[in-house]
């Protein structure tokens, strides 16, 4: 069975100073890798994925991810962080075959930014 | 555009009280529709998902059951809510029925049973 691992559970970065949020995956086969961000008391909104192809993928409000399979693992990046960035991030993976459609969801990283 | 609407937005039900929560998604027709739960420190998880009109598959075994009673409508139902039923209810919507393709998820239900 497929399931993702976020190492941690709150990170607290100054803004404008860089951040990596760690994912890390359990799967047999290529994944289909997701970040999502959340907002207190809102929906998810979709930050990036990969499917396939270039293995570093661009996302919305200047996040990236790199999937390195050696290391099964889909960090987030982003170079310079913005106090509006304070949310709780999601990393998700969906299995192919047998396991279409499910997401399964690493428990998700608090990130709290100081002015 | 593709938009998708839950509604209520919060609730709170006594103990033993009926549930029933929906979720509708405009722009888009055969969607793949789920129901997820989010807890405070565990995630989320899958409830249910269909793949069509009339077609639920359970994930978890629980308390509450989920109906398609029209293309872009998903209903979430429980005939007696438990105190475990509370939480964040999120629904979503993926395209390309059969295939993988990314989930949208509405703005959420926020369900205190007291």
């Known amino acids: 069975a497929q399931s993702v691992t976020q190492p941690d559970i709150h990170i607290t970065v100054s803004e404008g100073a860089s951040l990596e949020l760690r994912c890390n995956y359990s799967?047999?086969?290529?994944?289909?890798l997701f970040w999502y961000v959340q907002s207190p008391g809102q929906g998810l909104q979709l930050l990036l994925k990969?499917?396939?192809?270039?293995?570093l993928v661009q996302g919305i409000k200047g996040f990236e991810a790199e999937f390195k399979r050696s290391q099964s693992s889909f960090n987030l990046r982003k170079p310079s962080v913005h106090w509006s960035d304070a949310a709780e991030y999601f990393c998700?993976?969906?299995?192919?075959?047998?396991?279409?459609?499910?997401?399964?969801f690493g428990k998700g990283t608090l990130l709290t930014v100081n002015p | 555009s593709q938009t998708i609407h839950q509604w209520p937005a919060t609730l709170v039900q006594p103990v033993g009280s009926p549930l029933s929560l929906e979720c509708t998604v405009e722009?888009?027709?055969?969607?793949?529709l789920y129901w997820y739960r989010q807890a405070a420190g565990r995630g989320l998880q899958l409830l249910f998902y269909?793949?069509?009109?009339?077609?639920i598959s359970s994930e978890v075994p629980q308390n509450l059951s989920a109906s398609r009673p029209q293309d872009r409508q998903f209903i979430l139902s429980s005939k007696k809510l438990l105190l475990s039923d509370s939480g964040f209810y999120l629904c979503?919507?993926?395209?390309?029925?059969?295939?993988?393709?990314?989930?949208?998820f509405g703005p959420g239900t926020r369900l205190t049973v007291l």
């Open positions: 979503a919507w993926s395209g390309q029925r059969g295939s993988t393709d990314t989930q949208y």
């Open positions: 799967y047999g086969a290529t994944p289909y």
């Open positions: 998700a993976v969906e299995g192919g075959g047998g396991s279409n459609y499910k997401l399964t």
């Open positions: 990969y499917f396939s192809g270039d293995t």
């Open positions: 269909s793949v069509g009109i009339g077609q």
């Open positions: 722009g888009t027709s055969n969607p793949n």
